[in-house]
């Protein structure tokens, strides 16, 4: 079992910066793709980034691209994402994801394995 306990949300104006941690426990976090997904009220949950283990590969949705940036520190059993240039549209509960069994890319396809209980950012206009 992986657990997963994600920090750094909060209130931001936009064009902001916020710094998402993801921290496993229980197993080595080195061997599983790690996600973050987003889910505003009454829509859908959405992936935001995911990393490859061993940070071989990246993927990241369109609306994010060039604004957030996903890291990984597998010393630390942590994954970041860092967030700037933030919009009121990232308003969301973000919750951190994982699987050892999908690629970066396929992330968004699946439902991964093991999931954190999500940390609110919220961006004021």
């Known amino acids: 079992q992986v657990q997963l306990v994600e920090s750094g949300g909060g209130l931001v104006q936009a064009g902001g910066s916020l710094r998402l941690t993801c921290a496993a426990s229980?197993?080595?976090?080195?061997?599983?793709?790690v996600g973050w997904f987003r889910q505003a009220p009454g829509q859908e949950r959405l992936i935001v980034a995911a990393?490859?283990?061993?940070?071989?590969?990246?993927y990241y949705a369109d609306s994010v691209k060039g604004r957030f940036t996903i890291s990984r520190d597998d010393a630390k059993n942590t994954v970041y994402l860092q967030m700037d240039s933030l919009k009121p549209e990232d308003t969301a509960v973000y919750s951190c994801?994982?699987?050892?069994?999908?690629?970066?890319?396929?992330?968004?396809?699946?439902?991964?394995?093991?999931w954190g209980r999500g940390t609110q950012v919220t961006v004021s206009s």
């Open positions: 229980g197993r080595p976090f080195k061997p599983y793709t």
């Open positions: 994801a994982a699987d050892q069994h999908v690629t970066a890319r396929a992330m968004g396809f699946s439902t991964p394995d093991y």
């Open positions: 990393i490859n283990w061993g940070g071989t590969g990246t």
